[in-house]
């Protein structure tokens, strides 16, 4: 999580966004993982605690592409967590539509997504959070230049697979408790 950004209007922009079943519904590319990853998804009963210990009205706003294999890695689990806490709510708009959005969370300067955006119940942003869990974020940055693509990204979708999405709700939920245990600074 880097600083906090207050040059986007979030309410605006959280009206624009769209559901995640909207977003599946309109996936011209790997429709299927995505249904998949979110049917098979479970979420832990202290992920629901987590999610709804600082009250209701939260919101995650996840910057996504149907193409990226991150993202139907990721927000897939996220959108369950939405679904079934009353006390969070997730949408998702598109890296290519918004790209003003896209380039004030760049990654290395790079538009790497998914990125989700923690929104208070004012729609203040709280923190962020993308595109990969922190552990294996840091293991494909020192591989990369090592194992090509081909190789490399079968170990991704194997980590993925064994994690069950566990590592994402922990970080994702951590940047949510973390910035509403203190007000974010304006």
């Known amino acids: 999580m880097v600083g906090v950004n207050t040059a986007i209007d979030f309410k605006t922009l959280w009206h624009q966004a ?3 079943s ?3 519904e ?11 990853v979110y049917r098979t998804a479970r979420i832990p009963d202290w992920a629901f605690e987590s999610a709804c210990r600082q009250g209701e009205g939260k919101r995650l706003l996840a910057i996504v592409e149907d193409w990226c294999g991150d993202a139907s890695n990721t927000v897939p689990i ?3 967590l939405g679904d079934e806490a ?3 709510e997730m949408r998702v708009i598109l890296r290519e539509e918004h790209p003003a959005v896209m ?7 790079s538009r790497s997504i998914p990125i989700v955006i923690v929104l208070d119940e004012h729609f203040r942003e709280l923190g962020h959070w993308g595109p990969r869990p922190s552990e294996l974020q840091e293991w494909v940055m020192l591989n990369k230049p090592l194992i090509p693509p081909d190789e490399l990204y ?8 064994k994690d069950r999405g566990e590592t994402t709700l922990r970080e994702v939920l951590a940047v949510l408790n973390q910035s509403t ?3 974010a600074s304006a």
């Not at 079968?154 to 697979?161: E, K, L, S």
């Open 154 to 161: 079968p170990q991704v979708r194997r980590w993925y697979a």
């Open 103 to 109: 380039d004030q969370y760049l990654t290395h300067g």
């Open 26 to 36: 309109a996936a011209d590319e790997n429709r299927t993982l995505w249904q998949g």
């Open 86 to 88: 009353e006390c969070l």
């Open 181 to 183: 245990s203190a007000p």
């Open 18 to 20: 769209i559901s995640y």
């Open 22 to 24: 909207e977003f599946v």
């Open 78 to 80: 996220l959108a369950r």
